[in-house]
């Protein structure tokens, strides 16, 4: 095994010495650093101070086994995400079932190959890491980008309010030029709260879908109308934001694909709103649509600065890559949600860098509607 290129602490409680010195070993020549302890109620006193990474605890201990110390643990907020594996004799079949019901991530059998206790750390330190991304990817998003999300465009809509009730009050009239420049802000205002709030809403549909299937439900498809006037339409918005109508160019053939059920509108508009948002006015965003043997594929690309490979392949929910440095509007799901989309339509989505002439080159393939199946539009 690979040595950890930071240090994981490990707990480590086990009441046979000669185990836990040798577990201890194992651990420490693999890179991590070890707490050893002899039974549970040590392990709690050292819980707070050790701050572990991984636990790793034998089921028969003295004072306080390993399914007492297990729920202590779990009923502390605190340690809820810290990844616990128990240790329990191979025919303790009953031993492991309790361990997982009560809340361990995992098990190993004793006696157990040193080959096969690394690998259970390391995947259950890989999968801790993700869940802590993801948590502190969320956080960040609460406490920063949807409240400016939704205060950029409410500051808008309060303000222009303001200004027409002192214009009124006073006795004055808004000249028509005026009346059209606060329509089109207010408008302008709402329609990116009514995006947020619509991505939100798919983003949470396609997530208790996507559980759903996992827990063995059926996959809902429909069949949907797609044309080259509906990703026009779909495009307008982005397009006239931007000032940018004449560098889009649409290519598509008509055709009835299976999706999972509303949203292919926002999932494209979102890849061409991506497309206009990172490249220079001027450059082409090249949207098309073809039919590929039993599939549908549809294209995004552009010339913009692209994506490199670790954002490329770190792509996921609520995550923006250089908001800081790029100072660009939106909460990061359009790609996700893409993604989200053509797995429960049976499909697939795929973005990567654009070699020819730079930028980024999106694609999103589903499955075409049998020719007999009733088509709705998107």
Avoid at 232 to 249: F, H, I, Q
Wanted: aromatic letters at 6%; charged letters at 25%; glycine letters at 10%.
């Amino acid at each position: 095994m690979s040595t950890p290129a930071v240090s994981p602490t490990i707990l480590l409680a086990e009441d046979d010495d000669l185990v836990r010195q040798i577990a201890g070993e194992t651990l420490r020549e693999s890179g991590y650093t070890v707490v050893a302890v002899r039974d549970g109620v040590e392990a709690l006193e050292a819980l707070g101070q050790a701050a572990p990474d991984l636990i790793l605890s034998d089921v028969r201990m003295p004072r306080c086994d390993g399914f007492e110390f297990l729920q202590r643990v779990r009923r502390d907020p605190v340690n809820l995400a810290i990844p616990f594996i128990i240790m329990s004799a191979k025919a303790d079949t009953t031993d492991q079932r309790m361990g997982m019901s009560l809340g361990a991530d995992d098990y190993v059998t004793k006696p157990y190959k040193a080959e096969d206790l690394l690998r259970t750390i390391a995947v259950r330190l890989e999968r801790a890491a993700r869940v802590k991304d993801l948590l502190q990817q969320q956080q960040r998003f609460l406490t920063l980008v949807l409240p400016h999300e939704l205060r950029t465009p409410l500051t808008g809509i309060i303000g222009y309010a303001d200004l027409m009730v002192t214009l009124g009050e006073s006795g004055e009239m808004l000249s028509a030029v005026d009346l059209l420049e606060f329509g089109r802000n207010l408008a302008r205002s709402g329609h990116r709260m009514l995006g947020v709030a619509n991505d939100l809403a798919l983003w949470s549909w396609l997530e208790s879908r996507a559980m759903d299937a996992r827990s063995g439900g059926k996959p809902l498809r429909k069949p949907v109308k797609l044309t080259e006037e509906m990703i026009k339409n779909w495009s307008s918005v982005s397009a006239e934001l931007y000032g940018r109508a004449s560098d889009v160019r649409i290519y598509m053939e008509s055709a009835t694909l299976l999706a999972a059920g509303e949203g292919l509108d926002r999932v494209v508009g979102h890849l061409i709103d991506n497309a206009l948002k990172f490249s220079l006015p001027g450059s082409l965003v090249k949207v098309t649509g073809r039919v590929a043997g039993l599939n549908y594929e549809i294209e995004v690309s552009d010339r913009g600065r692209g994506m490199s490979d670790a954002e490329l392949a770190s792509i996921g929910p609520l995550r923006q890559f250089g908001r800081e440095r790029f100072e660009q509007q939106g909460m990061g799901m359009g790609l996700v949600l893409a993604r989200s989309f053509a797995q429960l339509g049976g499909g697939s989505f795929e973005v990567r860098r654009n070699l020819e002439g730079g930028g980024t080159y999106a694609r999103l393939t589903l499955p075409l509607a049998a020719a007999s199946e009733p088509a709705s539009r998107a």
